[in-house]
């Protein structure tokens, strides 16, 4: 499977953002899926997973703030992103079947 990540950007703190990931193939409604984030200085972190029977898990620091949601249609799974803050700046990643997709920057700033 080939992913790739889109939809970050710089927001201030308070505001939000939708990240994407698109995915090739036409097993996409099967795939479990997770986002990963890596902040400058810091290792990659676990942030949120879609399953492959639709269940989802959060990582402490963002639940209840992000949302993944998922668009078998599109081949494509969101990370809606909201009350970001400024620690939730990084690269942000999404990963399925050992495969990563190619990263997009999400700056916010106080």
């Known amino acids: 499977v080939q992913l790739q990540a889109s939809g970050g950007g710089s927001v201030q703190a308070g505001g939000s953002l939708t990240l994407s990931c698109t995915a090739s193939?036409?097993?996409?409604?099967?795939?479990?899926i997770n986002w990963f984030r890596r902040a400058p200085g810091k290792q990659r972190e676990f942030v949120a997973a879609f399953g492959s029977s639709g269940s989802t898990l959060y990582a402490d620091p963002v639940n209840g703030r992000f949302t993944v949601s998922k668009d078998n249609a599109k081949n494509t799974l969101y990370l809606l992103m909201n009350n970001l803050q400024p620690e939730d700046t990084a690269v942000y990643y999404c990963?399925?079947?050992?495969?990563w997709g190619q990263g997009t920057q999400v700056t916010v700033s106080s």
């Open positions: 193939g036409d097993i996409f409604s099967t795939l479990a």
């Open positions: 990963k399925s079947q050992g495969q």
